[in-house]
């Protein structure tokens, strides 16, 4: 005898069972793109919810696809996965939209304002850099010491 309360199917056996959850860690790596380390990764950062077999599998339902596309962009947007698991409640659409709450957009504007501070001090070592090139290529090799008779280890780049 089979009796479905809401999500959960209860079976002949008194065994709770979740619906939906069919698809193993290698199908939903093989459809996403995604290995699955990354996937337990994103599951331990409550990013990815699965279901466990009896087997103790992994099962994921189908809008586990959708939420790892989703995962991967914010991703590719520079969020962290902390910034991600606060911001998916609000993720609708592969893309995903975010629809902006006040604490939802001050999250983004948070780590916004640190991808500009770091591209600013990227950009400052950047031109200190050129600059000591410059200054080198002007000066030219012959006013430079020897650098054998020195004794110098050379410096990795």
């Known amino acids: ?22 698809m193993r860690i290698g199908e939903l790596s093989r459809r996403t793109g ?20 009896a087997n103790g599998y992994r099962a994921y339902g189908e809008d586990a696809v959708l939420r790892v596309r989703q995962i991967r962009h914010l991703l590719g947007a ?8 606060y911001l998916l409640p609000c993720a609708v659409g592969e893309a ?13 504007r948070s780590r916004l ?14 031109e200190a850099l050129a600059d000591y090139i410059d200054a080198a290529e002007r000066t ?9 008779a020195a004794n110098l280890e050379p410096v990795p780049a």
Do not use: W
């Open 113 to 126: 304002r640190r991808l500009d501070d770091q591209m600013a001090r990227i950009a400052q070592s950047r």
């Open 1 to 22: 005898m089979v009796v479905v309360h809401g999500n959960i199917v209860n079976v002949d056996t008194g065994m709770k069972v979740k619906r939906g959850f069919s």
């Open 78 to 85: 520079g969020l962290s996965s902390e910034d991600i698991a």
């Open 34 to 53: 995604v290995n699955a380390h990354q996937l337990r990764y994103y599951e331990a950062q409550g990013l990815l919810e699965a279901d466990r077999g």
């Open 140 to 148: 030219g090799a012959e006013t430079y010491p020897p650098f054998d």
């Open 96 to 108: 995903p939209e975010l629809f902006g709450c006040p604490e939802l957009l001050a999250a983004m």
